[in-house]
């Protein structure tokens, strides 16, 4: 199930953050690609409406990643300012390169989802249920 529908449909057991993050590629995928046939065509007005959507999605991408975390950590960091710095000037030159990292990023994660659903169940993962967005100490 996708993660956003089992979110709307309420309590219940919280999709895998795995699941979550190969989600977040796809619908990046999706936009940038829809995005880079509107440059082809030449309809600006359907590139500006496209691009604050795809904005977000990198943004919580690269909010999850832990950036004290080490050379990997810095590595996805650098990747997703590099989306970033792509999407300033969407043109298919630009559009077509910030598509590979993602699709290739994408495909790193889905080739790790069956270990991350294994860490995740067995608890060496946090589910995302679990997860305190703030905690605030006294």
Not at 30 to 54: F, H, M, S, Y
Not at 56 to 76: K, Q, T, W, Y
């Given at each position: 199930?996708?993660p956003?529908?089992?979110?709307?449909?309420?309590p219940?057991?919280?999709?895998?953050r795995i699941?979550?993050?190969?989600?977040?590629?796809?619908?990046?995928i999706?936009?940038?690609?829809?995005?880079?046939v509107?440059?082809?065509?030449?309809?600006?007005?359907?590139?500006q409406?496209?691009?604050?959507?795809i904005?977000?999605?990198?943004s919580?991408?690269?909010?999850?990643?832990?950036?004290?975390?080490?050379?990997?950590?810095?590595?996805?960091?650098?990747?997703?300012?590099?989306?970033?710095?792509?999407?300033?000037t969407?043109d298919p030159?630009h559009?077509?390169p910030?598509?590979?990292?993602?699709r290739?990023?994408h495909e790193a994660?889905?080739?790790?989802?069956?270990?991350?659903?294994?860490?995740e169940r067995?608890g060496?993962?946090?589910?995302?249920d679990?997860?305190?967005?703030v905690e605030v100490?006294?």
């Amino acid at each position: 199930m996708n993660p956003y529908k089992q979110y709307q449909s309420g309590p219940g057991q919280s999709p895998l953050r795995i699941d979550v993050i190969l989600s977040l590629y796809e619908e990046a995928i999706e936009r940038v690609q829809k995005t880079l046939v509107a440059a082809q065509r030449g309809d600006n007005a359907a590139v500006q409406k496209l691009l604050p959507p795809i904005h977000l999605i990198i943004s919580a991408l690269a909010s999850a990643v832990e950036g004290h975390a080490g050379d990997l950590s810095m590595n996805l960091l650098r990747l997703f300012d590099f989306v970033v710095h792509c999407l300033k000037t969407p043109d298919p030159m630009h559009l077509e390169p910030a598509l590979d990292v993602l699709r290739t990023l994408h495909e790193a994660f889905l080739a790790i989802r069956q270990e991350a659903v294994r860490l995740e169940r067995s608890g060496e993962i946090v589910p995302l249920d679990r997860l305190r967005a703030v905690e605030v100490s006294a």
